[in-house]
């Protein structure tokens, strides 16, 4: 499919027609990237998306307790260098 580059205020863009959209299944946002000359469209990734399911998932496989047997040991670095 052919398309032109148009003019949106003091930037150029393209139309995507509503098929293409589909298709891929873009958001309302999206990642632009450059590879090999080629612009790449993708859906914006969410980093924290699906945590509170995971976590869920942990506590009901006894999978969330804390790994660190006793926190109130401090280490050389946290004794000298930290300040509260």
């Known amino acids: 499919m052919r398309t032109s580059i148009i003019r949106i205020g003091n930037s150029q863009g393209i139309r995507i027609p509503k098929v293409l959209l ?13 590879e090999d000359e080629k612009i ?34 401090q280490t050389e670095w946290e004794k000298e260098e930290w300040q509260w």
Do not use: C, N, Y
Not at 22 to 34: A, I, K, P
Not at 45 to 62: D, I, N, T, V
């Open 40 to 73: 790449i469209i993708r859906s914006a990734s969410h980093p924290r998306q699906g945590w509170g399911e995971k976590f869920k998932l942990m506590a009901e496989s006894s999978d969330d307790k804390i790994i660190d047997d006793d926190l109130s040991v």
């Open 22 to 34: 589909q298709q891929s299944h873009l958001g309302t946002e999206v990642e632009l990237d450059v």
